[in-house]
């Protein structure tokens, strides 16, 4: 399912290689019965007999007794059990407390904190007939993080709620559960943090990182999830014969997902200097408003490190970042796409949904594969963007045709104007919206426009979009009514724009003599480039009898 990108191929000679992983899964769990009213009142005759004790005190009650049996399970087994306070970082205390035996399997650490769940509330009628109701909104109650070591999938975090129908969360990561397989299969690997760094069997790990966008792959989680769930879990809530007795199964849907392609740079230096160009060329065209920088306390290597000098360290955080951390983000929603440097020589794109619905597939754990092609092909298509953005380009007579008409059909459509302020504003919103998954329509193309002129209609957007389309810039999505630009189009906007806003302007400002300061000690190589350019063009108009 791996598909190539322009970005990887064009810097395919800087490249020691390249891995495609899943990275964050969510998925809720939830019981089908307990989500209606009718449904939790059939379970619970399952479970008691009747509806004679189905009342808002028994039901406490079950809340109650899980979190005594909680607790009581901790202190006989001596598992440390913390209460989180509002807003703790709570991944932060999981590391102090993360058994270091490789060969532990099971429970190590319990977390309560409150969270919003669904609660039922039992009512009784002026008939004095029973319903249920749920609590809107929905209120703050005590959920349990478990915190479990899998041989196969490594740390799995399951939060749970204490009041029925007990819904639950889980997150586990495809770098752990490619990591096991690797071991098994005698890969040679080195991992630090949640990457895959210099040294490893890149084109193994690959394939291996691939069977988990395959559809065997719910089973699999399929399978890790019932391991610990019914037995490590649910069990304080309802024993195992209740749960069989009374019915209780989980059924799984997806709700977050990460998947990433990583590149491995030959040498550090390289990846510095590729990536920091890509921010700069890039920043302002894709519109990213603010970068994340943490600055590290190390150079990144000039030369390739030998083997059997690479030694593991733990990964990048705010306050102990080995090296430089700058992260590229473009938020489209609930869809991210972002790019960052990992460890010393690993740049890391990422394709994150942060809510699985945005995706339009389906939620359920069987529509995983798609969902993870989506994800792929989302992370390949910003490469693309970043690649044509990055790489820009000017056809010999660009300039001369650009004002041109063109025709679609039978209707004669004017030209493009850069000297026109809407049609430098058009094309920079046909470049911001380059990377939106799936294309835009042509609100979106007018919202994104009105960011910068209010007076900006539907009708100005549908014959800016035509003209563009004449022009080969701007291309519509078969079978839809969405756009997306083309990379010839992406190319040929962006060198416009940077040859207008980062050549003309600045050396025409800088070709009328004035009082020029002492210079500063560090100058950088554009600006040294500048100052030459402008001194050349100064003798140009003077050569040419153009006033400046």
Known sequence: MNYADDFSQYYNGLLDGMYDCVDRIVLNGYFPLGQQGGGFRHWWRQLTGSDETLNQEHLQRIAGRFSRRVHAYANKQNLPIIHCKTGERKHLLVPQYKPTDPNFKGLFLILVAKAPALVWEVKTNKNGALHLERKTPWPYVNHYHFHIIDPDWGHITIKMSGHPPFGIQLILNGHEWVEREARKQTVSYIKEGNCFVGGSDYQTLDQIADALCGHHAIGRLNEVCDRWVYSCCLCFGLSLQEQEMSGFRYRYSCYQLEYSRNLLF???????????????????????????????????????????????????????????????????????????????????????????????????????????????????DFLNVLKAAHISYLDENIL??????????????????????????????????????????????????????????????????????????????????????????????????????????????????????RPPNNIQPIDKHYENLRNEMRLTFQTLGIAA
């Open 266 to 380: 030959a040498r550090g230096r390289m990846l510095d200097n590729v990536f920091q160009g890509v921010i700069d060329r890039t920043r302002k065209t894709l519109d990213v408003d603010r970068l994340k920088t943490i600055f590290g306390r190390k150079a990144r290597p000039a030369h390739r490190a030998k083997p059997g000098k690479i030694s593991p360290r733990f990964e990048c955080v705010t306050d102990e970042s080995a090296y430089d951390l700058t992260v590229f983000k473009v938020h489209f929603g609930r869809l991210t796409l972002k790019i960052y440097d990992k460890s010393a020589r690993v740049l890391r794109v990422e394709a994150v949904a942060h809510n699985v619905k945005d995706l339009r597939c389906g939620k359920v754990l069987e529509k995983l594969s798609t969902m993870l092609e989506k994800l792929q092909r989302m992370a390949v």
């Open 400 to 517: 001369d045709n650009l004002h041109q008409p063109t025709h679609r059909g039978a209707k004669r459509l004017a030209g493009i104007d850069l000297q026109s302020p809407r049609m430098r504003m058009v094309c920079e919103s046909i470049l911001s919206l380059a990377p939106k998954p799936g294309g835009f329509t042509c609100i979106e193309f007018v919202e994104q426009v009105q960011k910068s002129s209010q007076n900006y209609n539907r009708r100005q957007a549908s014959y800016d979009l035509s003209k563009f389309r004449g022009k080969g810039f701007v291309e519509r999505i078969p079978g839809t009514r969405k756009y997306r630009s083309s990379d010839f189009g992406i190319q040929t906007i962006a060198a416009l724009i940077i040859l207008r806003e980062k050549v003309v302007r600045p050396i025409l400002a800088g070709t009328i003599d004035k009082k020029v300061g």
